[in-house]
């Protein structure tokens, strides 16, 4: 059973402080990983992808992937009310042709920032 | 990123009856999959519809409550069958695109209410 694990929540920052998001998945060989983003009623929104260890920024937005450590975390600087919102992490098996899109998704992290 | 409708947006159905889903995509796509998201619940692949040939359906779901179409390469149905108040839930369209780094993109949903 492929599990993926986030850190319980929710979680309250001031706004303009990082917001740290972690996820440990169960599947080592596990080889995709994507951040999305879900406001209440609305469907989930892709905000980040990473595949290979170490960073990816975007934006206010860094992925941190460890594969050894079966680690992945979405840091949010200089956070905003809007970021406010249950933030997803979603692992895939997937590599090199196999379906991306099947993805297990963690139970999720509410993201409340304040002014 | 491709452009996913889905309809109903939302429904509220007697129990015993059934609900078809419909997912359109503005481009073709080989897979589409199909997730339930549970109130206060993270995400759950039902199944993943490829087309010209059967639905593939993850643990714990089965055709008969769920079957699945897919005509085209731009369309697919959920029906969910013989309803009762546990499957009260949203259902999401999902696909996935890109090359090597695929991602996963969803339609904005249907709220399903079962009385």
């Known amino acids: 059973q492929k599990e993926v694990e986030q850190n319980s929540g929710p979680l309250s920052v001031p706004e303009g402080a990082i917001a740290s998001l972690n996820c440990t998945y169960s599947?080592?060989?596990?080889?995709?990983f994507f951040w999305y983003r879900q406001y209440s009623g609305k469907s989930p929104e892709l905000i980040m992808s990473i595949y290979s260890n170490g960073d990816k920024e975007d934006g206010r937005f860094t992925a941190q992937l460890n594969k050894a450590s079966q680690y992945v975390s979405l840091l949010i600087r200089d956070s905003q009310p809007s970021d406010s919102a249950t933030y997803l992490c979603a692992v895939n098996e997937g590599a090199g042709g196999t379906s991306y899109g099947k993805l297990t998704f963690g139970q999720g992290t509410i993201l409340t920032v304040h002014p | 990123s491709a452009v996913i409708s889905q309809k109903p947006s939302r429904d509220i159905c007697q129990r015993g009856t059934s609900l078809t889903i419909q997912c359109q995509v503005d481009?073709?796509?080989?897979?589409m999959f199909w997730y339930r998201q549970q109130p206060g619940q993270s995400l759950t692949l039902i199944a993943t519809a490829n087309q010209g040939s059967e639905a593939t359906y993850e643990s714990g779901f089965v055709i008969d409550k769920f079957p699945i179409s897919r005509p085209n390469l731009t369309f697919s149905t959920l029906t969910v069958s013989n309803l009762s108040p546990e499957d009260s839930s949203i259902y999401l369209c999902?696909?996935?695109?890109?090359?090597?780094?695929?991602?996963?993109?969803f339609g904005q949903g249907t709220r399903l209410t079962v009385v």
């Open positions: 999902s696909v996935e695109e890109g090359g090597w780094d695929t991602e996963a993109f």
């Open positions: 481009s073709q796509v080989t897979m």
């Open positions: 599947d080592r060989g596990s080889q995709s």
